[in-house]
């Protein structure tokens, strides 16, 4: 069965950096934008970035633009967020997600209803 897997999340403090993975199996990973998205406490779950099948296109939320970086590697069946000067609005459970697309397939990236598959999540704290 298809499993995505985030990895890499912890407790870092503010202005410092992480690297989410996501390991996916089960699937043609290929064929799918990936997503991550957040949900910090007491809050909906929020779109963070997304990054086409073939890595030649990615979309961000403007909260995180300048600071995240979103990459894959289609070898290794892995999506990867980097993030780089945490603010405390950070503190989330971080989830990856899975877009199965078609051709040129691509709008309404942010909605996370598109998406077919979810990790589990990892949590990122950012301490003062």
């Known amino acids: 069965q298809v499993q995505l897997v985030e990895s890499g999340g912890g407790l870092v403090q503010a202005g410092g950096s992480l690297r989410l993975s996501c390991a996916a199996s089960?699937?043609?990973?290929?064929?799918?934008?990936m997503g991550w998205f957040r949900r910090a406490p007491g809050k909906e779950r929020e779109f963070v970035a997304v990054?086409?099948?073939?890595?030649?296109?990615?979309q961000y939320a403007d909260s995180v633009k300048g600071r995240f970086t979103i990459s894959r590697d289609n070898a290794k069946n892995t999506v990867y967020l980097q993030m780089n000067s945490l603010k405390r609005e950070a503190t989330a459970v971080y989830y990856c997600?899975?877009?199965?697309?078609?051709?040129?397939?691509?709008?309404?990236?942010?909605?996370?209803?598109?998406?077919?598959?979810w990790g589990q999540g990892t949590q990122v704290t950012v301490s003062a």
């Open positions: 089960g699937l043609t990973f290929s064929s799918y934008h």
């Open positions: 990054i086409r099948q073939t890595g030649d296109r990615t």
């Open positions: 997600a899975a877009d199965l697309s078609f051709g040129s397939d691509w709008y309404d990236q942010e909605n996370e209803h598109r998406y077919d598959y």
